[in-house]
């Protein structure tokens, strides 16, 4: 029998859930990270493998790896000497997977004013990725090299329990695949060792409720556009 109100409150987390663009400076306490990421490490993972490692940067360190990935992203010449070790998106497009992705920028875009032919607008938009939207919490989630295609798989239950725990606590988060360029960086800045691979980055804070982007709600795809009930 369902217990209604777990379900309720699990539910208002799932779908509270966005990406948020722009945060408080408000700090989180360190138990509360600590407790949520504990909370998320209960994911599920091929004979119990955890292949997550996670990068807490605040303070100081989340301030010097934003600008170095900054000073490099707006200089031409440097930004094109650092590529993602994966592809996240698709080599080709197709239908209707571009269609989502270009409506979701396009309503970004237009949120904030920005028009098509305003390319140092949207330049500036995409640099508020490396300063983490001004969250005051910066994760950066890495993976063992060693380990295959099941691994990342878990790996994303992991970082959906990290964004639903971080709801729980009146939290806000948002997954940025937009770090994967500059994993040189990030491994001297934070250290990371060699073995290790970067799968993306996220913001962790309070939401500023007060910001024009962060009224941005995507749409989802009907059931019927993705289920298929099979009785017979």
Known sequence: MTDTTTSRIVDEAIVSRRSIRAFLPTPVPRADIEALLEVAARAPS???TQPWK???CTGARRDRLAAAIIETYLDPARVKEHAAEYHYYPVQWASPYIDRRRKVGWDLYA????ERENKAGMQAQHARNYVFFDAPVGLIFTIDRSLEKGSWLDYGMFLQNVM?????RG????PQ?????FH???GEVLEIPANEQVVCGMALGFADMG???NSLVTEREPLAGFVKFLSD
């Open 54 to 56: 996670v990068y807490v």
């Open 177 to 181: 695949a937009a770090f994967n360029q």
């Open 111 to 114: 949120l904030l004013g920005l």
């Open 184 to 186: 040189r960086i990030i």
């Open 164 to 168: 639903i725990a971080a709801r729980g």
């Open 171 to 174: 939290l806000d988060t948002c």
């Open 211 to 213: 910001r024009i982007e």
């Open 46 to 48: 091929g004979t119990n």
